[in-house]
């Protein structure tokens, strides 16, 4: 099979690395898209995908992104008509299922965002739609989605590459000893159509956990990247390209997440997490939170940040939600060659 995965967001890369190397090794050929967004093209260069940049991303506003979707979809289609593909393959890629349609190809379309606008073209266009357990059902056919397409998968969308991920950690050395904890900050996804929350509100929390952790931030691209390479910041490690989920779960003692994926990335692996998401929280993040994986807290305070660090403690990995993983993955690679049977 030639089989398109359309790789629109950073988190894409991570989920589907290891199901590209797979497919390959099995005889089968891959072609690879994305878009300059946040983190994706360094994090293609770090896993070594080859990969075509095609289009642009076309920032927050609704009124742009609604001008820029048919001219994305345009340009992938131009630029895909002869490839002579058999299989499209995204994760709230939106663009991928309208143009899988006009090339008359089949898709199979992810998504685990039940706020995300673009599913309802997306769920119309798509063969098969695949979304998390803990999504509820109710919500997916709210947009459109025809129940005969909708399959759900074990546990959430992170345990798809967890699973693996997280046998090479228990591989490896125990990490040196260190004289101060190190936290990792994930800033808030403010080009997201969905986000609604603020802007750069942790600054005062980051400044002081400064003074007594090693911080790191982990900045989605060069504008938002700019913010922290502001002098109040000269004590905080500021990461501007990519940086591998193995480093930063071995390193991490304390992770703090205005976002989703790479939240529930660290709270799955066990890292002590806490949540500051401004919005309402997903389906999947509700489960999480039930079960005791993070901590939310989107008011959160340079007191009750500093009390963290105090009583932050590594828990064990998710196993429940990494077996579900690997049961998901096998269902994803199953559905993708059932498409060309």
């Given at each position: 099979?030639?089989?398109?995965?359309?790789?629109?967001?950073?988190?894409?890369?991570?989920?589907?690395?290891?199901?590209?190397?797979?497919?390959?090794?099995?005889?089968?050929?891959?072609?690879?898209?994305?878009?300059?967004?946040?983190?994706?093209?360094?994090?293609?260069?770090?896993?070594?995908?080859?990969?075509?940049?095609?289009?642009?991303?076309?920032?927050?506003?609704?009124?742009?992104?609604?001008?820029?979707?048919?001219?994305?979809?345009?340009?992938?289609?131009?630029?895909?008509?002869?490839?002579?593909?058999?299989?499209?393959?995204?994760?709230?890629?939106?663009?991928?299922?309208?143009?899988?349609?006009?090339?008359?190809v089949?898709?199979?379309?992810?998504?685990?965002?039940?706020?995300?606008l673009?599913?309802?073209?997306?769920?119309?266009?798509?063969?098969?739609?695949?979304?998390?357990?803990?999504?509820?059902?109710?919500?997916?056919?709210?947009?459109?989605?025809?129940?005969?397409?909708?399959?759900?998968?074990?546990?959430?969308?992170?345990?798809?590459?967890?699973?693996?991920?997280?046998?090479?950690?228990?591989r490896?050395?125990?990490?040196?000893?260190?004289?101060?904890?190190?936290?990792?900050?994930?800033?808030?996804?403010?080009?997201?159509?969905?986000?609604?929350?603020?802007?750069?509100?942790?600054?005062?929390?980051?400044?002081?956990?400064?003074?007594?952790?090693?911080?790191?931030?982990?900045?989605?691209?060069?504008?938002?990247?700019?913010?922290?390479?502001?002098?109040?910041?000269?004590?905080?490690?500021?990461?501007?390209?990519?940086?591998?989920?193995?480093?930063?779960?071995?390193?991490?003692d304390?992770?703090?997440?205005?976002?989703?994926?790479?939240?529930?990335?660290?709270?799955?692996?066990?890292?002590?997490?806490?949540?500051?998401y401004?919005?309402?929280?997903?389906?999947?993040?509700?489960?999480?939170?039930?079960?005791?994986?993070f901590?939310?807290?989107?008011?959160?305070?340079?007191?009750?940040?500093?009390?963290?660090?105090?009583?932050?403690?590594?828990?064990?990995?998710?196993?429940?939600?990494?077996?579900?993983?690997?049961?998901?993955?096998?269902?994803?690679?199953?559905?993708?060659?059932?498409?060309?049977?």
């Open positions: 099979m030639r089989i398109w995965f359309d790789l629109s967001n950073s988190p894409h890369v991570n989920m589907f690395s290891a199901l590209l190397r797979d497919l390959q090794e099995e005889g089968h050929q891959v072609v690879i898209t994305c878009r300059p967004l946040a983190n994706t093209i360094d994090l293609l260069k770090l896993e070594a995908i080859e990969f075509t940049v095609v289009g642009d991303h076309y920032g927050k506003r609704f009124l742009r992104k609604a001008l820029g979707f048919p001219i994305r979809v345009a340009q992938l289609r131009n630029h895909l008509a002869h490839e002579g593909l058999d299989a499209a393959v995204s994760q709230s890629s939106f663009h991928s299922p309208i143009t899988s349609r006009l090339l008359g089949p898709a199979i379309y992810m998504n685990d965002n039940e706020h995300a673009g599913n309802v073209p997306a769920f119309l266009a798509a063969k098969r739609i695949l979304v998390p357990e803990y999504l509820r059902m109710d919500k997916v056919k709210r947009q459109g989605a025809s129940a005969k397409k909708v399959r759900q998968y074990p546990g959430v969308k992170e345990g798809l590459y967890l699973w693996r991920l997280a046998d090479e950690l228990d490896l050395p125990t990490a040196e000893v260190k004289n101060r904890p190190s936290i990792y900050i994930r800033p808030e996804p403010w080009t997201a159509q969905y986000y609604r929350g603020r802007t750069n509100f942790l600054d005062d929390v980051i400044m002081a956990l400064s003074a007594v952790a090693d911080v790191t931030v982990l900045p989605r691209g060069k504008e938002q990247a700019l913010h922290y390479k502001d002098q109040k910041f000269k004590g905080v490690t500021l990461v501007t390209g990519a940086r591998a989920i193995q480093q930063i779960a071995r390193d991490c304390l992770f703090i997440g205005a976002g989703g994926t790479m939240t529930r990335e660290m709270a799955v692996l066990g890292i002590p997490t806490i949540s500051v401004q919005d309402e929280l997903l389906d999947v993040d509700q489960h999480l939170l039930q079960i005791g994986a901590i939310h807290e989107p008011e959160l305070s340079i007191a009750s940040a500093l009390s963290h660090v105090e009583t932050a403690t590594k828990q064990g990995k998710r196993r429940e939600l990494l077996e579900k993983g690997r049961l998901a993955y096998d269902l994803l690679k199953s559905e993708i060659l059932d498409l060309h049977s």
